[in-house]
């Protein structure tokens, strides 16, 4: 079956701007968790949506949301973006509400800002 | 809130040696302790996981063990070859909170 599919691979942007990402979870998965990762930071929890609502968030600015659509597809959105913005982005998906396993990644979004 | 600890941040070994990770957690609660392996370019993928009701795992070259007691548990890597070189993460969770808190992160260097 089909992975966990994230667009774009990479993208750069310019300060200022502002980028939408997004990702496809495994069909019939219905949870999406969003994740920042830099070098030296590990994995940074932003949030994760089930069944189109916002279930857990992180500490991260309010220029950073996301949503997620009907079909289970979520889109993370970055405004006016930073430098320190600058990172690989994964989301993860899996199918049951309440249990951990079978959390699987897709392979990232790398963003720039340059 | 739970808390993850993983130690070492950085572990070098000789192929064909034995590579141990290990990660201590703070909420008694958490009963799901998964491991995921990070190759350079990639997003991580889980490679081994293990219940609170259980108290070692074994896949092949790779083991899980658990101390509930202690709060800790293990990532064990034997006679490691140059794939095995990655970071690898550990994370937990529990049933009533739908959220994986992970470790820092591991980076584990396989020396020819």
């Known amino acids: 079956k089909a992975g966990v599919t994230q667009t774009p691979r990479y993208l750069i942007k310019t300060r200022g701007q502002q980028v939408t990402l997004s990702c496809s979870p495994i069909?019939?998965?219905?949870?999406v968790s969003w994740y920042q990762q830099t070098p030296g930071q590990g994995l940074q929890f932003l949030f994760e949506?089930?069944?189109?609502?916002?279930?857990n968030k992180g500490n991260f600015p309010g220029r950073f949301s996301g949503r997620q659509f009907s079909n289970s597809r979520s889109e993370m959105n970055v405004s006016t973006l930073e430098l320190g913005d600058s990172a690989l982005y994964l989301c993860a998906s899996s199918a049951d509400q309440v249990r951990a396993d079978g959390y699987t990644f897709g392979s990232g979004t790398r963003l720039t800002v340059v | 809130g739970e808390n993850v600890e993983q130690h070492p941040s950085t572990l070098s070994v000789q192929e064909g040696d034995s590579a141990v990770i290990k990660c201590t957690y703070s909420?008694?609660?958490?009963?799901?302790f998964p491991w995921y392996k990070q190759e350079l370019g990639k997003g991580p993928q889980l490679i081994i996981d293990i219940r609170s009701n259980v108290g070692e795992k074994k896949d092949q070259r790779i083991a899980v063990t658990l101390n509930k007691t202690a709060k800790h548990f293990s990532l064990h890597i034997t006679e490691t070859q140059p794939e095995d070189s990655a970071v690898y993460f550990c994370?937990?969770?529990?049933?009533?909170?739908?959220?994986?808190?992970w470790g820092a992160g591991t980076k584990l260097i396989i020396k020819p």
């Open positions: 069909s019939g998965h219905r949870s």
């Open positions: 994370a937990a969770s529990m049933d009533s909170n739908y959220q994986l808190i």
């Open positions: 949506y089930f069944s189109e609502t916002q279930r």
């Open positions: 909420d008694s609660a958490s009963n799901y």
